[in-house]
């Protein structure tokens, strides 16, 4: 089973940006989709972009415009390029790998914006 270890989280000011890892024990190229998902205070958690094998990135309409995801095969991580924060980005933000039938999830990495 391939491990996903999100880092990068913090607290940042509104406004301010983060950047998020996810590294993989394995080669990210073997998903066919990649994505990070996010699960606010008292909230479900919910989807916030996604990568495929052929390189085509969705967003969820919240954070379309401030958010980028992008991978890096050679470093085997995926990446979430957080801009223009605000408070409603507090949440712990989750990698996930998609491959075939199996779903791979990491541990989730703390994201804090203060107003």
């Known amino acids: 089973q391939v491990q996903l270890v999100e880092s990068g989280g913090g607290l940042v000011e509104a406004g301010g940006s983060l950047r998020l890892s996810c590294t993989s024990s394995g080669y990210i190229s073997s998903f066919d989709i990649m994505a990070w998902y996010r699960q606010g205070p008292g909230k479900q958690r919910e989807w916030v972009a996604s990568?495929?094998?052929?390189?085509?990135?969705n967003y969820a309409g919240s954070v379309k415009g401030r958010f980028t995801i992008s991978r890096d095969y050679n470093a085997n991580t995926l990446y979430l390029q957080m801009n223009n924060l605000n408070p409603a980005d507090t949440a712990v933000y989750y990698c996930?790998?998609?491959?075939?039938?199996?779903?791979?999830w990491g541990q989730g990495t703390q994201v804090t914006v203060s107003s």
């Open positions: 990568i495929g094998r052929n390189s085509i990135t």
């Open positions: 996930q790998g998609r491959r075939a039938t199996i779903t791979s």
